[in-house]
């Protein structure tokens, strides 16, 4: 397929940051071709500079950063020179996008149809009627369950999977040569993501385009990438065929954000008796009901259906599942912030779902928990050492003892005691996550819930935190329930797995058992949808 | 960095302080520079300013000194800015507190509440109200506060509605802090910023309230207010402008000044905005 004539040639790019910025250049000296019929794969982390050549790409660099040196090679035209009304031109007709997040992407107010035909109509291609025509094809190819029905539908009534496959329908709609996708399968679910990055690996086959896929997730390079440029600080750090940099990487960095990967190595399994539970939940019940209005009828979603399951001291459960399966629920339950229909959380003897009021209060510091969002979990307001020490202290703790305590804690998550001073948010995501660790522990609870404690970071940083978690459970035999959607993750610091499918538990059992052997046929599902899974079987 | 550097920042913010001294210095100083007091008669009326030796800003209908009314008025104007605005807050902020953070029947039940003020007329009400209470500092102070309450409940409400579900909070409410210690440490700081803004705008329109119930006639008789003297220039503004003009640019530099402050308050407060300047 690859007849290597580049269709994009991006040529010692620099793009330079306004004053006081954290670097001086976005990008700095940036050069690659992305050829027809290939997926060129741009990797790294937040802040790495991998978005802005795409947006210098398509003119829509954020303000402020301006290009200093360099040349965007379209088609043998430099892009860099271009006026907004011919950028205007070239976006959609001959270049391509798609982005994260689906839903802010569509007008909500617009039906999908119409707003494909938009599309059309901006370039001003065809009759009203054949662009309908030509909408309804698109959503076809891009397979779109019921294509009549999801032409007349509005975006909130489809799926974020759906959402992501419109996108790709409005993207392709003009046939262009080059399609950028920036993170398209980031906000997705496990399975939802393979399918998005199976069509198109699809598409971009059938029609031949040159891809440039911008992503985060290593696991996702090794699903589609024909070549890869990993960058780090604004910079190319290695640049080559994918198999190449995948199996020998040249530069440390790629290597280390490699083995940063949570893999599927599955942990031993720990032998011996197993001691009495701590945490005991009986036939959990939730459901969620929305008040129906006048013409609408209420609505009644079932979050947790008959739940049962063990924990037992030191023990690390993980719940696994897909967004709606109910586990982030469970989670808050276990720690009281909601409160369950029916059944019973018995903790070390108390049951702990039919406390209520103050007697609920005190006994809350013996189960604590993790938040998933770095960036909401920490009041702004609040110094990080009050931030931890308030727990201890609304517990009769005296101040300047609770204050000495959260010195000694951020010491312990890796932060030192100076942090104790500083605000939040002068604190990188990855930072945040230790103070929302060390406040958990501040209380010395029996039982942690760390709600997709690491899914907001960076691979490497999320290998940092999943590696303190570890340190801290040898050292205070913590016991924790590990709620996440990423089951590398779970495969990673769990003993023990629960799958969870629409409130319900599908399966569970050790994490072998459930990597190595999974009996139900949803859990497989799951499995196989990780992204470069067949990769790391192959390097095995 | 202290917090009057970090104020000090905003370049507005330093004008309207300076701006709000040099008025608060004026209420201090009126009886010492005006020992007399500015009801009464002291030369011709209707002179125009600087004409005569003295009265540099001209006389009144009735030959008072324009200038004295300015500066003790200033006084009055001030303190029932202020206050009024302090008690609005006191009854406003709890109420909206207390309803957006359990919400519910008792949500419900305070909201009805606000609303039966709401539906009434703002002016209607206070002219009502110190009506009744027959006109006097004290009544209009309290007859500002209960027209200018509910907004802030309103405003209070939906920032703790939004801020409750936030993961702080939440992590609050788990480490076991009681709901009291929530609403006040947790929440309360994070909705200071548009609270601040808020006061500073009804600071500015209590003076002018006071001024609207003045001129109708319904001050204080024993007090020179600025809104006073400019209900009673009305009937003279084409052939006196200055009765009107110099209590109409007082009322004036004195709102802005509020807001310009109130502005530089919000940033001072905000720790993220202080460390980013810095």
Known sequence: MNDNTPVLSIRGLTLALPQGADRDYAVEDVSYDVARGEIMCVVGESGSGKSMAANAVMGLLPKGVRPTAGEVLFDGQDLLTLSEKQHRQLRGLRIGMIFQEPMTALNPLMRVGAQIAEVFEAHGKYSGSERQEKALALLEEVGIPQPERAIRAYPFQLSGGQRQRVMIAMALALEPELLIADEPTTALDVTTQAQILELIRDLQKRRGMAVMFITHDFGVVAEVATRVCVMRFGQIVELGMADEVLDNPRHDYTRALLEAIPSNRVPEARGGERPAPLLEVRNLNKVFRSRGGLFKPAREVRALDDVSFTLAPGETVGIVGESGSGKSTLGRCVVRLERPDSGTLALAGTDFSALRGDVLRRERHRVQMIFQDPYASLNPRHRVGYAIAQGPMANGVPKDKAMRQAEELLELVGLGAVAVDRFPHEFSGGQRQRIGIARALALNPELIVADEAVSALDVSIQAQVLELLEELKQKLSLSLLFITHDLRVAAQICDTIIVMQQGRIVEQGTAQEVFLNPREAYTRQLLDAIPGRAHEAAMA | ?278
């Open chain 2, 1 to 278: 960095m202290s917090f009057f550097a970090r104020f000090a920042q905003n370049r507005g913010a330093l004008v309207g302080l300076v701006i709000l001294l040099a008025i608060v210095l004026m209420a201090i100083l009126a009886p010492l520079l005006y020992p007399e007091s500015p009801w009464r008669m002291v030369q011709r009326p209707f002179l125009a300013p600087l004409e005569a030796e003295g009265f540099w800003l001209g006389t009144d209908t009735m030959g008072r000194d324009v200038a004295a009314g300015l500066m003790h008025g200033a006084w009055v104007s001030l303190l029932i800015g202020l206050i009024s605005t302090s008690v609005a807050l006191l009854i406003g902020v709890p109420l909206g507190a207390v309803a957006g953070y359990y919400g519910g029947l008792i949500d419900d039940a305070l909201m009805r509440f606000t609303e039966f003020f709401q539906t009434i007329p703002n002016f209607a009400l206070a002219i009502v109200l110190v009506a009744i209470m027959q006109p006097s500092v004290a009544s209009i102070v309290l007859a500002i506060a209960i027209v200018s309450w509910p907004p802030v409940a309103r405003l209070v409400r939906a920032e703790f509605m939004s801020l409750r579900h936030r993961e702080y909070v939440e992590a609050a409410r788990l480490v076991g802090q009681t709901n009291r210690t929530i609403i006040l440490k947790q929440i309360l700081p994070n909705t200071l910023s548009p609270i601040i803004v808020l006061a500073s705008l009804m600071v500015a329109t209590a003076i002018l309230l006071e001024s609207a119930l003045s001129f109708l006639g319904l001050g204080d008789p024993n007090v020179m207010s600025w809104g006073y003297m400019i209900g009673a220039a009305r009937t003279v503004i084409r052939q006196a402008w200055w009765l009107s003009f110099f209590p109409g640019v007082a009322i004036l530099l004195t709102v802005l000044a509020l807001n310009l402050v109130g502005e530089g308050l919000d940033d001072a407060l905000n720790p993220k905005l202080a460390r980013e300047r810095s």
